[in-house]
């Protein structure tokens, strides 16, 4: 199993870059990105207070802390049956974690991304400022790309697509649904499902 420790928005950080504290977008993007590093170490914390064996890498060094991203090492943990945690984004400047998620679930050949957010899935326009968006249940890549429907970013979508790994977006706030998507159980909308993924959600 994989998970990517999204990055919480940093109220403080935004108020520096707005103010002219912080001098480029690219050193911003700095510490958004050891934040996820923090969120993994926490997440790792309790699932081995629950037993559940765990490592967290990170995209860039800091080896004291937890391992650097090593692909095929990440592949042997996943084979032993440990989680691991994939932290810090992409380690570069201008991506997403949803991006760094596409991008790990691509280079160790993952089943599919599941999109655990804060809406209940994609829906036909932004449900933060549309309360009359519907959520949709199935959607292929392009409606999401040609729809510009912004739950996931292109980067990310493109990848997935590229790489023919379906997304599963769900509600995290809602108990019960990290279960069901990680049992292949109808949660959310299903991006890019083939007839398979389709089968496992019924
Ligand atoms: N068509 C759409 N359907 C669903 N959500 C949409 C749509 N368009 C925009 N959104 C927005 O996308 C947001 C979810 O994506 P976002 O990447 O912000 O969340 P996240 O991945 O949970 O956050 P983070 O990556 O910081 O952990 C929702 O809060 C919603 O407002
Ligand atoms: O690989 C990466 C990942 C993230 N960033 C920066 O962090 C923010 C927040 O990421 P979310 O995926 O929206 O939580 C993102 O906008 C980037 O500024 C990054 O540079 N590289």
Same mark, same amino acid.
């Given at each position: 199993?994989? #998970?990517?420790?999204?990055?919480?928005?940093?109220? &403080?950080?935004?108020? =520096?870059?707005?103010?002219?504290?912080?001098?480029? *977008?690219?050193?911003?993007?700095?510490?958004?990105?050891?934040?996820?590093?923090?969120?993994? #170490?926490?997440?790792?914390? %309790?699932? *081995?207070?629950?037993?559940?064996?765990? $490592?967290?890498? %990170?995209?860039? @060094?800091?080896?004291?802390?937890? &391992?650097?991203?090593?692909?095929?090492?990440?592949?042997?943990?996943?084979?032993?049956?440990?989680?691991? !945690?994939?932290?810090?984004?992409?380690?570069?400047?201008?991506?997403?974690?949803?991006? =760094?998620?596409?991008? $790990?679930?691509?280079?160790?050949?993952? &089943?599919?991304?599941?999109?655990?957010?804060?809406?209940?899935?994609?829906?036909?326009?932004?449900? @933060?400022?549309?309360?009359? =968006?519907?959520?949709?249940?199935?959607?292929?890549?392009?409606?999401?790309?040609?729809? *510009?429907?912004?739950?996931?970013?292109?980067?990310?979508?493109?990848?997935?697509? *590229?790489?023919?790994?379906?997304?599963?977006?769900?509600?995290?706030?809602?108990?019960?649904?990290?279960?069901?998507? !990680? $049992?292949?159980?109808?949660?959310?909308?299903? #991006?890019?499902?083939?007839?398979?993924? &389709?089968?496992? @959600?019924?």
């Amino acid at each position: 199993m994989v #998970i990517f420790a999204g990055s919480t928005t940093q109220p &403080e950080y935004a108020t =520096a870059l707005s103010h002219g504290i912080c001098k480029s *977008e690219s050193w911003f993007t700095t510490p958004l990105m050891l934040a996820t590093v923090m969120n993994a #170490i926490f997440l790792q914390a %309790t699932m *081995e207070s629950l037993g559940i064996p765990t $490592r967290v890498q %990170t995209a860039f @060094r800091m080896s004291e802390v937890a &391992e650097p991203y090593i692909r095929r090492r990440a592949v042997r943990h996943l084979e032993k049956g440990r989680v691991v !945690i994939f932290a810090a984004g992409t380690g570069n400047p201008f991506f997403t974690t949803d991006t =760094a998620a596409a991008l $790990r679930c691509a280079e160790i050949n993952a &089943e599919v991304v599941l999109k655990a957010t804060n809406v209940d899935g994609v829906y036909d326009d932004d449900p @933060r400022h549309n309360p009359n =968006a519907c959520l949709l249940d199935t959607l292929t890549y392009q409606e999401v790309i040609s729809k *510009e429907l912004s739950v996931m970013d292109l980067t990310a979508i493109t990848l997935c697509q *590229e790489n023919n790994i379906p997304v599963v977006v769900f509600n995290l706030g809602k108990p019960g649904n990290i279960s069901k998507a !990680i $049992r292949g159980e109808s949660v959310g909308t299903l #991006i890019g499902g083939t007839q398979n993924s &389709e089968a496992a @959600r019924t």
